[in-house]
């Protein structure tokens, strides 16, 4: 188990590794350049080729490449051109912001996806069970985004949830003020992301539970008179 954790995670590093390495070297071969976003239209050249030098920017691929590396793996990640702020700390604050979104998407998928698939096994030839199949199909064959953006929409037209994301002002403020907000953010993207999950589970489940139902040891015990509900909730 150890082995196969550690074999994960140098994968994981080596694609981290892998793509930052491709953005870096798209950047450095598209046109334009930070000196320029950084001082804007207008220019002139003097200022551009001082704003190079400071970056860095004047220096050949590799060696600029290297320094490049070098400060990521020692957790200097640069300034934000958008936010003037280091990078670390705010990729540290959206990635706790992405954790909280996955967990209460993997939350509400569960809550959403399980309870069709018990209702699915108990009742195979329903037309319940056929509703509920054809709706996980449905889910499962619209993609993620045109999804989101129904909901969107509907948040949109509706104005019951906010159809922007949190910014850091609706995140100021004291506890009550911001466990608010994030009830309030925080359901339309998670059911963006939980609905394609909670049809995988749906689908999963019933076919599970019922080769689960149909197994010599649930036959037996449905024998000695086991009810159905009983069997699947075992």
């Not at 320094?67 to 705010?90: E, M, N």
């Not at 993207?189 to 489940?205: G, I, V």
């Amino acid at each position: 188990m150890l082995r196969f954790a550690a074999r994960r995670f140098v994968a994981a590093l080596f694609l981290v590794w892998l793509v930052a390495s491709a953005a870096f070297t798209l950047t450095w071969i598209a046109p334009g350049d930070a000196a320029g976003a950084a001082l804007g239209f207008g220019a002139s050249e003097e200022a551009l080729a001082a704003e190079r030098a400071r970056l860095g920017r004047d220096r050949p691929f590799l060696e600029q490449y290297g320094r490049w590396l070098a400060r990521a793996a020692a957790g200097d990640l640069g300034t934000s051109f958008l936010y003037r702020a280091p990078v670390a700390p705010l990729v540290a604050e959206r990635a706790a912001n992405t954790a909280l979104l996955g967990l209460a998407a993997l939350l509400l998928a569960i809550a959403l996806g399980l309870p069709p698939a018990f209702a699915a096994a108990l009742r195979p030839d329903s037309r319940l069970a056929r509703v509920l199949s054809a709706l996980s199909v449905a889910a499962l064959s619209v993609p993620p985004f045109i999804g989101a953006l129904l909901l969107l929409f509907v948040a949109a037209r509706t104005g019951w949830l906010p159809a922007g994301g949190m910014t850091p002002a609706d995140a100021s403020g004291g506890i009550l003020a911001r466990a608010t907000t994030l009830a309030s953010h925080l359901p339309l993207p998670a059911l963006a992301l939980a609905l394609p999950l909670a049809a995988a589970f749906e689908r999963q489940s019933t076919r599970a539970l019922r080769e689960a139902l149909a197994s010599p040891a649930v036959q037996a015990a449905r024998a000695r008179g086991a009810g159905p509900a009983r069997l699947v909730f075992h």
